[in-house]
T-cell receptor, first 113, second 113 residues
Framework: DGGITQSPKYLFRKEGQNVTLSCEQN?????MYWYRQDPGQGLRLIYY???????QKGDIAEGYSVSREKKESFPLTVTSAQKNPTAFYLC????????????FGPGTRLTVL | GENVEQHPSTLSVQEGDSAVIKCTYS??????FPWYKQELGKRPQLIID?????GEKKDQRIAVTLNKTAKHFSLHITETQPEDSAVYFC????????????FGTGTSLTVIP
């Protein structure tokens, strides 16, 4: 489905633990994005990366961290500093030459116990 | 930065009727406007998009119109069917860049059989 995958599909975490969500794409896209979606809400941007080894904060970056060491991968770490991490997390990627569409991964549902 | 507003937040129509969802944007530099459909628990999927050099685009029962002067664009679904029930998001971006997408807050469409 569009060549972008996320794992795991469901994740449970105890309070105070850091957890890392995986996002991989084989579309050769330069740009990658992380969004958070709460029930009945829209998409809020956490971080995005336009190129390897570079990323920018989105609207709600506090309590999250990312890395972009490879073009194909953009993992998101939810740290213990994130006060309300239970949500649906969506990763997306976008080509920057000749294309406009942003492709989404299937999402990871994180629940803090 | 860009600000995208979307209305209405919920919409109920009888099967066979038309549905219209409207969005406005603030940044005249935005030139790419996609619409996404998201079913419950699933990833957003692109259903139609339009660039700023076009005023209208149609794909079977779905159409999008764009008024650059007024900075608004609309999604039109004709002959609605129960499977059209979902949440629809509009977005604005600058094409062919890794810049972020700015999403509307979503419209929950219910088609009543």
């Amino acid at each position: 489905d569009g060549g972008i995958t996320q794992s795991p599909k469901y994740l449970f975490r105890k309070e105070g633990q850091n957890v890392t969500l995986s996002c991989e794409q084989n579309l050769n896209h330069d740009a990658m994005y992380w969004y958070r979606q709460d029930p009945g809400q829209g998409l809020r941007l956490i971080y995005y990366s336009q190129i390897v080894n570079d990323f920018q904060k989105g609207d709600i970056a506090e309590g999250y961290s990312v890395s972009r060491e490879k073009k194909e991968s953009f993992p998101l770490t939810v740290t213990s500093a994130q006060k309300n991490p239970t949500a649906f997390y969506l990763c997306a990627s976008r080509g920057t030459s000749g294309g406009n569409e942003q492709f989404f991964g299937p999402g990871t549902r994180l629940t803090v116990l | 930065g860009e600000n995208v507003e979307q209305h209405p937040s919920t919409l109920s129509v009888q099967e066979g009727d038309s549905a219209v969802i409207k969005c406005t944007y603030s940044d005249s530099a935005s030139n790419y406007f996609p619409w996404y459909k998201q079913e419950l628990g699933k990833r957003p999927q692109l259903i139609i998009d339009i660039r700023s050099n076009v005023g209208e685009k149609k794909d079977q029962r779905i159409a999008v119109t764009l008024n650059k002067t007024a900075k608004h664009f609309s999604l039109h679904i004709t002959e609605t069917q129960p499977e059209d029930s979902a949440v629809y998001f509009c977005a604005a971006s600058i094409s062919n860049t890794g810049n972020q997408f700015y999403f509307g807050t979503g419209t929950s469409l219910t088609v009543i059989p």
